[in-house]
């Protein structure tokens, strides 16, 4: 009889305060960090990304937040509004 083969599953922390991503940071079974927009800038993106995890963030819905996150270079979000996030990040 053949094992079914399970997918690799990717392990995400929600934060909502800096200090719960400072927390969890060097945990090896995390490998996204997905935070609020309030805490997005350049020095926890490149915290994130130094300890060799993604950074994503949530719930980007305009214009301006995809563009400050796209200079940051975020690797992902969350949006209501798929449409407008596709022509703006493009």
Known sequence: ???KK???LVSMFLAEE???IEDHI???EIE???FDKALLNDG???KIRANGKLAYVYTLNTVDEFNKAKSMGIDGFFTNFT???IKTMR
């Open 83 to 85: 449409g407008l996030a």
């Open 44 to 46: 926890i993106v490149k």
């Open 32 to 34: 996204i960090i997905c």
């Open 18 to 20: 800096v200090s719960a």
């Open 6 to 8: 399970q997918p690799d």
């Open 26 to 28: 060097s945990d090896d």
């Open 1 to 3: 009889m053949a094992t």
